[in-house]
């Protein structure tokens, strides 16, 4: 018996189709995660961001011929790399920094550019260091001034400390659990079109039929 030509077209399809899926989503995730940090690294990860959304949409649907599943692919890496950052921020700060006890000594609002009230919070260490927390660090109004507070320290030094009412390390499942929902939407999504995708000459000939 000869060699199943079409056992191998469809391994090498499904092998294929899972390398496209690890990579669009890793790249996403990775860049919003990225993304949280400040200085060049920051527009890296938008980059990622923007380029998975991109080539993943691209390659479902000008080369597998898949319209709908580019769509998918598109919007939901953007959403992604959008919930991924904060929530990879969080879980690795509190479960990886060091914990330090400090105190908030000034809070206030900013105005953004689309006219959005922004907190600020000005917080002071054991040590006398004092820095500026905006909301992305967890600075909303609950946070008064002369409130002890725990800050958790990037090990690395580059993000801002994030800060917490308590020096408990548990974080908020809805972040970890909408990013782990899209990350498996998006990576079925790109298996399933790479298993079922079409050449030109398949969609020409469909639509001759219609």
């Not at 390398?19 to 949280?36: H, K, Y």
């Not at 040590?127 to 002369?146: A, H, I, T």
């Not at 908020?172 to 998006?186: D, E, K, N, W």
């Amino acid at each position: 018996m000869g060699p199943d030509k079409g056992g191998e077209r469809t391994a090498g399809r499904a092998g294929n189709s899972l390398c496209w899926a690890v990579a669009v989503t890793g790249a996403a995730t990775a860049g919003g995660f990225l993304a949280q940090y400040p200085y060049g690294l920051s527009f890296v990860g938008v980059l990622l961001v923007l380029a998975a959304a991109g080539i993943g949409s691209a390659v479902a649907g000008a080369f597998w011929n898949r319209a709908g599943a580019a769509t998918v692919i598109g919007f939901g890496s953007m959403a992604l790399g959008l919930f991924a950052g904060p929530s990879l921020s969080e879980v690795y700060t509190k479960q990886l920094g060091e914990r330090v006890p400090a105190v908030v000594v000034e809070t206030g609002e900013r105005t953004d550019s689309d006219g959005d009230g922004l907190a600020w919070c000005r917080v002071a260490d054991a040590s006398g260091r004092v820095r500026e927390l905006s909301q992305q660090q967890n600075c909303f109004g609950d946070f008064e001034e002369g409130r002890s507070v725990v800050l958790f320290e990037d090990p690395i030094g580059l993000l801002e400390p994030r800060m917490e009412a308590t020096g408990h390390r548990t974080v908020a499942l809805l972040g970890p659990a909408v990013s782990g929902g899209l990350l498996v939407l998006i990576g079925g999504t790109v298996f399933s079109a790479g298993l079922r995708r079409r050449s030109d000459a398949e969609v020409a000939e469909r639509r001759r039929h219609r």
